[in-house]
């Protein structure tokens, strides 16, 4: 099995040091995201990363049992010096093997796996607005405002003892697994994480879009992406996994043969109401357009059509690095949500304007 691998981390807009770390040394990847001031996240969450290379490296035992140990050396540290007293991290991990991916999570950072168009979160939220959740205690949308969204129940270092999420995942050729801190996820949408990452074909790419696309919703934390691309090799063992649940398919491969079949059967309702549902901005002529449908075309039929072709120049708009891929659709949730996108564009190409014109000393 071959990886191709990306990997960006920010400090975001708003703190003052970095407090975020990763690995992407294959087959070892990893996010951890560091609490208890600048100092002590930072040294949480690198004495965290450290511990786990070594320990792989070394072959000390079980992904779970170097993430523990990994909790024993923080909660030793943080109890051995005053300046780090207190701290702790999240960890998200996972580990290529020839027969898929093992994962193992603590905190509130993510695992991601985007696969035939479908963003799956793979990991569960350690926080209490999640529990609450759960629980029917509030909404998604009140735990996007509340007070105490940012309160964990478990982290590594802060007990002597953690608890660890593992699972175990077929890949499949094609697949995209994404780890984030929550510097990603509380600034932009999964909804946005799935149109970056199913419109720019490079990890490096993709992993530097998100970061960007972070800070440019506020970065109010760290931002650190890693972005692993599966590649599946011969004599690889067969994934024993079925694909995940179908959903809006961007991939070509997928998208043609789930809708070429809605195609030739002319007779299948359902299928033309599905496309119209989906919405993506992409260029039509030498303008930026908002289609609905899905940027594809079977045995020379449009599955998609302009529902409003804007007056932005496309070439503008594909000479900014954020949109160089626009020509390909970049997939948006609704109507509003790619009129919100367009004018994005349109702040962006002022602001590349506005820079040209600067006076040079």
Not at 162 to 174: C, I, M, Y
Not at 191 to 212: F, H, M, N, W
Request: hydrophobic share 45%; glycine share 10%; proline share 4%.
């Amino acid at each position: 099995m071959k990886i191709a691998a990306g990997a960006a981390t920010d400090i975001g807009r708003v703190r003052e040091g970095n407090e975020d770390g990763y690995l992407a040394e294959h087959p070892l990847y990893a996010v951890a995201d560091g609490m208890g001031g600048h100092r002590g996240g930072e040294v949480a969450s690198q004495l965290a990363l450290e511990t786990l290379e070594t320990g792989f490296e070394g072959g000390r035992g079980s992904l779970v049992d170097l993430v523990e140990d990994a909790n024993r050396a923080v909660f030793a540290r943080s109890g051995e010096d005053r300046a780090v007293s207190g701290m702790g991290t999240t960890l998200t991990a996972a580990v290529v093997r020839p027969d898929g991916l093992e994962l193992v999570h603590v905190g509130d950072s993510r695992a991601y796996l985007l696969r035939g168009g479908t963003l799956r979160l793979l990991t569960e939220d350690h926080t209490l607005v999640n529990r609450m959740i759960r629980a029917g205690e509030i909404s998604a949308d009140e735990a996007e405002v509340h007070p105490h969204r940012n309160v964990l129940l478990r982290s590594l270092g802060t007990e002597p003892d953690v608890q660890v999420d593992e699972q175990r995942l077929a890949l499949l050729d094609g697949d995209r697994v994404i780890l984030c801190s929550d510097g990603l996820t509380n600034m932009i949408t999964e909804e946005q994480i799935l149109a970056i990452g199913s419109a720019t074909p490079d990890p490096q790419g993709t992993a530097d879009r998100l970061v960007k696309a972070a800070n440019r919703a506020g970065g109010i934390d760290n931002i650190t992406v890693v972005v692993l691309d599966v590649r599946r090799e011969e004599g690889d063992p067969p994934p024993v996994e079925p694909p995940a649940r179908q959903g809006r398919s961007v991939r070509r491969t997928i998208v043609i043969a789930a809708i070429g079949v809605v195609v030739l059967a002319a007779a299948l309702t359902a299928g033309r109401a599905w496309l119209d549902t989906r919405w993506y901005v992409g260029v039509s002529g030498e303008h930026v357009a908002v289609f609905q449908g899905i940027p594809v075309s079977v045995l020379g039929f449009d599955l998609s059509h302009v529902d409003l072709e804007t007056s932005v120049d496309a070439a503008a708009a594909q000479a900014i690095p954020f949109w160089s891929a626009l020509a390909d659709g970049v997939n948006v949730e609704s109507r509003d949500a790619a009129l919100d996108t367009i004018a994005a564009i349109e702040a962006d190409i002022a602001t590349a304007e506005a820079a040209e014109e600067q006076p040079t000393r």
